[in-house]
């Protein structure tokens, strides 16, 4: 059984970096083929896929954030870390990080966790 | 914006047929698979349809999606009133080199 968590800041000021770690379990990012995606959501908005990172360390952003995101993995802790630099209210958001099959669909989410942007 | 064009809205009676659209272009729907998801409030996204209209263990039949050029539907049939949440369709990209995600449907059964 496939399972996410994030885990982060709630509250966090204009200017400064997010970091935001999810930590997986029932299975590996060292086999071939899997990825784990960052994708947020504000509030009443839609879904924004953000980064990707493949088990080959190959990463994938968001154009639009390009410049602002960085996505690591840490196989041996089963951990995704994603930081967002300079910090906007207009991102305030549920941050969700999930599990890509090879089918090419997102099949395990976590629980999302919000951030709220506000000085 | 979303890349991908879903009307906003849709609703229903217990038992009808519903369908929703999600428009896209050739750099995303049209050259590759797409995938919907439940997403019912308060909750986190749930895989629905996968690779245009396979459903995943444990969804029921009575959702069914599929893919025409540049557009897709999910078709949800005998609808419930558990079945009233946001749908979002996705693709792949080839333009954006990621998946891009639909702007969301609130189903709403009267």
């Known amino acids: 059984q496939i399972t996410l968590k994030e885990s982060g800041p709630t509250l966090v000021k204009p ?49 639009s954030l390009k410049s602002r995101l960085t996505i690591t993995k840490d196989t041996s802790k089963n951990q995704v870390v994603l930081t967002m630099t300079n910090i906007d209210p207009v991102d305030t958001a549920t941050y969700y990080c999930a599990h890509r099959a090879l089918t090419g669909d997102f ?12 000085s | 914006q979303s890349v991908l064009t879903q009307p906003p809205s849709a609703s229903g009676t217990p038992g009808q047929r519903v369908t929703i659209s999600c428009s896209g272009s050739s750099s995303n729907i049209g050259s590759t698979y797409v995938y ?26 009575r959702f069914s999606g599929s893919k025409s050029g540049t557009s897709a539907s999910l078709a949800i049939s005998g609808l419930r009133s558990e079945d ?19 702007g969301g449907t609130k189903l709403t059964v009267l």
């Open chain 1, 15 to 63: 200017t400064q970096t997010l970091t935001l770690t999810c930590t997986f379990s029932g299975f590996s990012l060292s086999t071939n083929g899997v990825s784990v995606g960052w994708i947020r959501q504000p509030p009443g908005k839609a879904l924004e896929w953000l980064a990707l990172i493949y088990w080959d360390d190959d990463k994938r952003y968001s154009p």
């Open chain 1, 107 to 118: 099949n395990s989410w976590g629980q999302g966790t919000l951030v709220t942007v506000s």
């Open chain 2, 36 to 61: 919907w998801y439940q997403q019912l409030p308060g909750t986190a996204p749930k895989l629905l349809i996968y690779r245009n209209a396979q459903r995943p263990s444990g969804v029921p039949d």
């Open chain 2, 84 to 102: 009233e949440a946001d749908y979002y369709c996705a693709a792949w990209d080839d333009s954006l080199s990621g998946p891009v995600f639909g």
